[in-house]
T-cell receptor, first 111, second 115 residues
Framework: GQSLEQPSEVTAVEGAIVQINCTYQ??????LSWYQQHDGGAPTFLSY????GLEETGRFSSFLSRSDSYGYLLLQELQMKDSASYFC????????????FGQGTELSVKP | DTEVTQTPKHLVMGMTNKKSLKCEQH?????MYWYKQKAKKPPELMFV???????INESVPSRFSPECPNSSLLNLHLHALQPEDSALYLC??????????????FGEGSRLTVL
């Protein structure tokens, strides 16, 4: 089977840096994605890592270590609008490539 | 156009009703998905259509019946639902199905309440 673990809640202040970790177990790992979802909104894609290393997109970066079955999402220069749920998700090629979501991390950004 | 459009946004139905949720995308994507999401929980995959054929059914009860009339449209037919089926139903699409597909584009969802 598969499992993903990420913290349930993280709180930080505006302007700070926060890292949301994700560890996974899956038989047919293909890549790690991150999605953001605001309350009442749709999940939106943030990043995808298939290979080891850091991917940077503006204030957000994502890292993957395949050997450690670990990744993280790094959010810099936090803004109030970053308050949302963040889901890591793995794609499992042994299950037709379906995307499996972690339980989500609720990020609260305080002034 | 990078949108996935879902209708209706809200739906209230009784346990004996029959209703349908609709989803449309015009990005030329060949894979479409139905997810169910309860409050404070991650999206749970229900069905995947790849090239208009059902490729994944996550053992969903038969009271949920998906349909893919063409590559742009995806329906979810609902019949004899239970109150515990109340949730946000999300439609998503991606360029292709399978392991090497890219990001999923989600619609805003249809919030379903079963009385």
């Amino acid at each position: 089977g598969q499992s993903l673990e990420q913290p349930s809640e993280v709180t930080a202040v505006e302007g700070a840096i926060v890292q949301i970790n994700c560890t996974y177990q899956t038989s047919g790992f293909y890549g790690l994605s991150w999605y953001q979802q605001h309350d009442g909104g749709a999940p939106t894609f943030l990043s995808y890592n298939a290979l080891d290393g850091l991917e940077e997109t503006g204030r957000f970066s994502s890292f993957l270590s395949r050997s450690d079955s670990y990744g993280y999402l790094l959010l810099q220069e936090l803004q109030m609008k970053d308050s949302a749920s963040y889901f890591c998700a793995v794609r499992d090629y042994n299950q037709g490539g379906k995307l499996i979501f972690g339980q989500g991390t609720e990020l609260s950004v305080k002034p | 156009d990078t949108e996935v459009t879902q209708t209706p946004k809200h739906l209230v139905m009784g346990m004996t009703n029959k209703k349908s949720l609709k989803c449309e995308q015009h990005m030329g994507h060949r894979a479409m998905y139905w997810y169910k999401q309860k409050a404070k929980k991650p999206p749970e995959l229900m069905f995947v259509y790849s090239y208009e054929k059902l490729s994944i059914n996550e053992s969903v009860p038969s009271r949920f019946s998906p349909e893919c009339p063409n590559s742009s449209l995806l329906n979810l037919h609902l019949h004899a639902l239970q109150p515990e089926d109340s949730a946000l139903y999300l439609c998503a699409s991606s360029e292709t199905g399978g392991a090497n597909t890219g990001e999923l584009f989600f619609g805003e969802g249809s919030r379903l309440t079963v009385l």
